[in-house]
Each structure stands twice: as C-alpha cells, then as structure tokens.
C-alpha cells in the first residue's frame, strides 16, 4: 500500500521529545506493563493526537470509536490478534457478543465501521449479531453498503435481566453507541457484562474527567522520560452552570478563556514558541465535533450571535450543552500539500493496532478537524506504532509513529483511571 | 509482497477437514480461549506440518524456533505484539532480557534469526543482550551478518546464582539453545527465570513425550469439531534400547515399523485412500533432521549399511542415538512447479505470527525437507493465520493458513501439557 509522504514539523523540540522517547523506549514498555498489571484498559478506543512540532498531545479520547473502516488493511491481523486478546480478558468464555451500534443506518461511513468491527470480532472468535437501540427497526433488517458488504441489524429483545436479538442470547455485550442520549431502561441492570461499562456513555463521562486522569498519567510518563508534562499535556478548565441562550455564564468563560491564553502564553514564552496562543471550547460530554468554537481572545465568547450560539447550544440528539471544556488548542503542524492533517490512533484492548489522518482542505491548523458533516479523508498510517526503528531518525515515520503509540497509549491509560468505579478507585503507582 | 501461487491438494476429505474447521471458528476459538485460561503457552515455538489432502498434522514441534528470519516482513508487527502480551505473561516486571543462542558462529542463517528475534523482542520493549555458551567466544565479539547486520555475542558472566554478561543483570534469561548438549553447569540453579524452563530441552525432553501430550489433545479437539482423530494426528511408537552400531534391537524397531505400517493402512483402507504407507523413524530427542529414515517396508530397518548406521546413530552434538520415535508417514500434496513444499508456522506466545514454505527441490514428496545441509527456499506466508474468510472456498489460501494456525496450535497446546512439571499436570479439560 503506498501513501503520500507527510510533511511534519521538521525541527524543534519535537524532535527532542521523539527522541527523549526513543531512547527510553525499554524504560517506556516496561512502565506500560506494569501499569497494565494494576488497570484494566478500556475494550476498544480511538484518540485524537495534535502534533504541534514543540508538542505532542491528546485533544480526545473516544471510547466508542467509529472510524475501524479507515484502518490500514494492511494490518488488520494485528487487530484481530489484539481482539482475541481483549476477549480473553474481557470475557475468555463468552461464545457470543451483541454488538449495540449508533441509531443511524444511513450514514454509510459509521456503517463500514460496523462492518470492519463485525470482521474482527469474528475473526477473533466470537458469534456476533447487531442489535439496534434504533426504535424504527422492528424486524431484522438487512443494510447493503456501498462496497457489496452486508448487515444484519436487529431490534433487541430483553427477556428479564438478559438482552439479546431473537434466537441468540449473548454471553457479552459490545457498545459502539456513545450514550449521548442517556443510557436506555433496555440496558439498565443487566446481567450480561457490557463493555465498555455504561459509565462510559456521554450520559455521564465527562471530557474534564479524563483529563484530569490524564494530567496525572502524563506527570508520571514526564518524569520517566524526564520531559516538561505540558509538552504531552493541554491545559484544561471546566466552566459549568452555562446557558447559552440565555447569555447565563458568558463572563465566567470569558474569563476561563483568558486565564487559559494567559498560561499558554507564558509557556510559549519559556518554551520560545512564536505562535499566537488558542483555545478550544468544547462540549464536556458527547462527540462528533458539534459544540466546539476555537477562540483567540476573551472577546470571542462575549455577545454569540444566534448562529454561533445555536452551534455551541446543542449536540448530538438535541442535548442543550451547560457544561464546557475549555482547553489549550493545539495547533497541528501535520500536513499533506495544502491540506490539514490530525492523526487518530485506534486501541484494542491495551494495543496500538493503527491509525489514520483527519486530512481537510477547508480547515486551517487551530480548527477542530472532527466537524459536523466534515468531509475528511482518511489517510491510514504506513506503518503501525509499535515498531520503531533505534537505528533510524527520531522523525522517520516509524518513529514517528512510534510516538504517536505512545502518547495514545497514556490517554488509554487515562482512561482507563477513569472507568474505575469512583469506590474502587487507587492511587497511580509509578 | 507477492508471493507464487502454491498447488495444495484440490479435492477430497482436507476440504472437508477445512470446512468442518472453518464452519466451527467460533467454537474452536473459545475453546482455545479456555484452554489459555487453564494452559500457559510455551514462550514461543514452531511447528512443521504435513498436508496430505487427506490428513493435516504435525510432524514436529520445536521449542527453540530458529527461523524467525524466514517470516514475513509485512507481520512483523503481528510478532512484536504477540511478543509484548508474552512479556507480560511471562516477566511483566522484566526489563533486561538474555538471549542465549545457539553455539554455531558461522551459519549465516541461524545467525540471521537470532538479529530477527532480537529486533522484535527489542521493539517489544526489553533491553536484549546476547550470551553465548561457545567457549570459544571468550570476549565481546562482533559478528557482521550479510546484510550489514550486526550481532554482539559476550560470554556469559555467572554471579552466585545470577547469569549475565559484563555490566548487564538480566531479570529473563530466553533460551534460542535447545541444550542437545545437555545442561550447561552455567545454567544451573539459577534465580532468574529461564524460558522455555529448562526441562525444555532436547537434553531431556522426548518427541514421544510430545506425541503422547499431543494424542488427547487432538481427541479432544476432533470431538469438539467432528472428525476422527487420525485427520489431524499421525501415529507414533517408541522404540528405545537401540544400539544402531551393534545392531541391538533392530528387530524390535522392524516390528514396531511393521505394526505401524499396518495401522496406516488399515486407516488408507477406512478412508478410501489409495497411496502406499510409509514410515518415519527419527531420533527422539534432537532437531536438525540428522537421525532421520523414511521406510516403506521393516525389512528397510534390518541390516542398514554402515552409512545408514553412521547416519542414523549420530545427531547434533556427536550424540548417539538409542531411543526413537516410529511415526506414521504424513506425505506432503504441497509444491510449487516441481518442488516439494512443507509448511512452518510460528508462534510467540499463545498467537500465530506467520510462517513458511520449506521448499525442496531434490526431495520427495514421502521424504524429510529439514536435512542437514538442505538448501530450502524459505517463501514466507502470503496472509496470516488469523484471518479466516468465511464467505471464500474452504481451500482458499486465507482459509487454508487459518486450518494450518489452528493445528499448529493443537500442536502448542500439547508444549503446553507436555512442560508442565510432572507433580502439577492437570487432566485435560475440554
């Protein structure tokens, strides 16, 4: 498979942290093994990278990823090498899996995720059936792709404190539904294990919550690799109690937003980045790049004229938004001739089995690539993240990409912080 | 990569084998799920399968896998992988690893394997140094491989019960040594842990021993997935006391020979199979082919000149041979034009990572490809062995790797039983 080459950023302290990394790539393996023993990594998940050429960093971590159709064919044995593995922990004797995907069946983009999930989940061995959350399907119902590829999606039928789809009871039940609109009574106390737990559902995850897990995994990683956090880290606040159409908590954003340029400004400063300092205002729960603004000033969020304020108010399914992230933009440096590009890094279980760009020619370096009916082009990764290359240079792609593996792998490892059920929860060991 | 179409056998009951194997995916899947729960994998191995058309089976399995170079490049990472979910179930908290490889500095080959398995071990995240048991490496010595690789092979260091070389403590010591010799003193009651346990090797361990292990393992396997056993399993007996130089016992293994000719054909008989029996007599401990004869007749056993003698006498090491397993002939269908194929496949930990062509072209399709000096023609897997396509022909080539990966697995999972200590062996579980 041959791909375009990426231009990325060339020289600067990006280098330094490739290569910090790199070095310490035994050092690196070995503190990811031993975090493993003590957290259970998420089932699946896909992470959003920003390379900004002076850092490196998460913008979101998605537990509920919808892009396994834009993965480097190439590789996918090593995905259905991580399924079996993820299965084996997860559920070593479960025979059938329910996958419960988004409600959509026409977008046929989501559904060729569907399909590339299906094959794995087979592949890896297990049964597997669609059942939809989708109150318009009431009988199987057969969904032909664009390529020839077929799916099967039918209503799910709950008998007691079990849900499954007609003549098949599952041992495990998959999500690839975010939750956005609540977790439905038909999930509720269920005895079958659902994965990922419904804790992860944007009913009740919050974006703040995650990178506040992840603002400790990164403070250990920094000093493993002995580097400064911020250089994997974004800033983040959270402003809460707002409501957009009634202008309530603008000032308390504005002012969110300036502090946080503030502190980027000065890291710029210590760091000796000439860049004009952003941030981004996000939804704090939910995805699919609605409710996002990226901001220079203050200013900005004073006075939304209705447009921009409807775009902010309202998510996927209608949700008002009340509750925001705010968080340090990361340029992304990445691109291909004129076109932007953003790396999204895909995890099964606890390995890295590829990735691919957001590439979008309508958007500038400081946007949010992940927008609404955005028409992206994937651009999957020539080479997987888990073979660097020692002998080669820190910014030839394997290493590159090698980097790329490894910052997703700590959002993983924050997210897997994250899902501890708040009683269960321990102290991160080094 | 491309890779020459290869003529397997086109009809009879290996389609049904396949069919059978692929109809059960699931099933075989979760079986191999709970057996993991119960069996810990041998940290790595190789199996050499025969397929007959009407039978696929393993004729050997080798515990110190020394053809990792002969792999396929583009799964590489399918290794890497499989090699860090075996570091963490072998030595989670290891960050040093030693190889000790073995003996033989000038086989450019074998030294070829050992830089493979160095480079995936390293990329899976240990720092890997080599020692040596040659005492004639008495200093740190570079070795310069063909292709601009280069290998640093050290003595080996001993520190009271501590194995290492200068200024490196191992926390896992990986043997790629199959210890023909015997133990080494120097590996003795060491503290660390040593993979494959010492136990594994030719200095004790038995093809007979295997065999036996493996005997309930494909019962087992044949009742889950409807066959009779003998499809996927070739006859053995065990024939010791021998002295090929005196001549003592010739009669015994004439009679064994004889018996297991009628087994086969009785069997030829049962199934319809017109092809003539024969026989493979091999030394039962000890790899490299040397101490091998196929035979169509006891009388072939009675007599041998002195060359037969010297050559079935002596194997690896100078050792003599008393002791042999009789085992069913398993011809191979498999060639490319004119040369005669027999399939490899690897395993690190309990996954497949590839395999490949031992491809012969002054060699029979009833003889042994792996002879001492043989100049096989390694070809390398086209697809992996996990991805089976249920939509395509039981004998297309992605089905057929995937029938080869399972029976290789039996073949592991039988390592498995045979490695554990005789006080812990556990009944088999189905």
């Known amino acids: 498979?041959?791909?375009?080459?990426?231009?990325?950023?060339?020289?600067?302290?990006?280098?330094?942290?490739?290569?910090?990394?790199?070095?310490?790539?035994?050092?690196i393996e070995h503190w990811f093994r031993n975090q493993w023993q003590e957290q259970t990594p998420p089932f699946y998940g896909s992470v959003?990278?920003?390379?900004?050429?002076f850092k490196l960093a998460p913008v979101d971590m998605n537990?509920?990823?919808?892009?396994?159709?834009?993965?480097?064919?190439d590789f996918h044995p090593l995905a259905v090498q991580a399924a079996m593995s993820a299965l084996e922990d997860f559920c070593p004797s479960a025979r059938r899996l329910l996958l419960i995907p988004e409600n959509h069946t026409r977008n046929n983009f989501y559904l060729q995720n569907v399909a590339a999930l299906v094959r794995i989940l087979r592949q890896a061995g297990v049964a597997v059936r669609l059942g939809t959350l989708n109150p318009e399907i009431t009988e199987p119902s057969a969904l032909e792709l664009p390529d020839g590829q077929k799916l099967l999606l039918e209503p799910l039928?709950?008998?007691?404190?079990r849900l499954g789809v007609a003549g098949f009871d599952p041992c495990v039940i998959l999500l690839n539904n975010d939750l956005s609109g609540g977790v439905p009574a038909m999930l509720s106390d269920l005895e079958q294990t659902i994965l990922p737990p419904l804790r992860a559902g944007w009913s009740t995850r919050r974006k703040t919550g995650h990178f506040a897990a992840y603002d400790h995994v990164a403070e250990t990683f920094a000093g493993l690799v002995g580097i400064d956090p911020w250089v994997i880290n974004p800033y983040f606040d959270h402003v809460d109690g707002l409501d957009f159409h009634q202008r309530d908590g603008e000032d308390r954003l504005a002012a969110s937003v300036d502090a946080m340029l503030g502190r980027i400004r000065?890291?710029?400063?210590e760091h000796g980045i000439d860049h004009t300092p952003f941030v981004i205002v996000k939804a704090n729960a939910g995805t699919y790049g609605m409710g996002v603004m990226s901001v220079k000033s203050a200013d900005e969020v004073i006075g939304l004229n209705r447009k921009q304020r409807n775009k902010m108010s309202v998510i996927k399914e209608g949700l008002e938004v009340h509750d925001v992230i705010v968080q340090e933009g990361v340029p992304t440096f990445e691109h291909i001739d004129d076109a932007v590009a953003e790396p999204v890094v895909y995890m099964l279980d606890r390995f890295v089995i590829g990735g691919f760009y957001r590439v979008h020619t309508g958007r500038g370096p400081e946007e949010n690539l992940n927008a609404p009916g955005m028409h992206f082009v994937p651009l999957a990764f020539a080479t997987p993240c888990s073979t660097p290359d020692c002998d080669a240079a820190p910014d030839s792609e394997p290493n590159r990409f090698y980097a790329y593996g490894v910052v997703a792998r700590l959002a993983l490892l924050a997210a897997a912080h994250e899902l501890v059920p708040a009683t269960q929860e321990v102290a991160l060991a080094v």
């Open 1 to 27: 498979m041959s791909v375009p080459h990426l231009v990325t950023a060339q020289s600067g302290p990006i280098l330094d942290l490739e290569r910090k990394i790199l070095a310490a790539q035994p050092e």
């Open 48 to 53: 959003d990278l920003r390379n900004a050429g």
């Open 63 to 73: 537990l509920f990823p919808g892009g396994f159709n834009n993965l480097n064919r």
């Open 157 to 161: 039928i709950r008998q007691g404190n």
């Open 266 to 269: 000065r890291k710029y400063a």
